[in-house]
Each structure stands twice: as C-alpha cells, then as structure tokens.
C-alpha cells in the first residue's frame, strides 16, 4: 500500500512542476511582448543579444524607449550609450532573448 501512496505523490509532483514549467514560459512571453513595446516595437530594434545577466540592443531611436516600463520590469539598471542600451535583467536576459528570437 506504501509503494501506491509513493507513486500518486510522485504523479502529483509530476504535475505540479509540468504546470509551474507552462505558466513560466507563459509569463516570459508576456514580459517579452512588454520589453519590445518599452523598446519602441519590432522595428526599432535593430540588433540585440544577451550576455550572462545584460541585454544589449541597439535601437533606431532612443528617443521613443520606456525606460521606467523597463525598469518596472525588475531591470536592475540601464545604461544609453549612443543608440544603444545594456539592461540588466539578471537570470532573464538569456529567456527573453531566445523570445525575442522567435518574434522577429
């Protein structure tokens, strides 16, 4: 009887962290979707990447960029340099990337 009781507690887990991995990469396309609108949409961004906890993107104008949106995001800082930003975005820099590759 202890092997079932095993068994639906792993079953359960199972669940719950297959929920928790969806709502995750729910929520990290949500964040994208904001980032590029803070960064003035698809077609201000002229070239992007991501490196450990910074995103660098070089954009058309700097001018139209949300900074405070951004920074309410959770980005930790912003630095403009010319026509291009590095945020720092922590543990998110890389997953936000990798979506941000799959809407250009």
Partial sequence: MEILEYILIIIGLLFIAIAITRATKK?????????????????????????KSRFMVTLNDVSIVNKEGIQRMGAQGIVEIDN?????????????????????
């Fill in 84 to 104: 291009q930003l590095k945020i720092i975005l922590g543990e998110q820099a890389e997953t936000l990337k990798k979506y941000i590759d799959e809407l250009k």
């Fill in 27 to 51: 929520d990290a396309k949500i964040e994208v979707n904001k980032l590029v609108d803070y960064l003035g949409g698809k077609k201000n961004i002229v070239s992007y990447e991501a490196n």
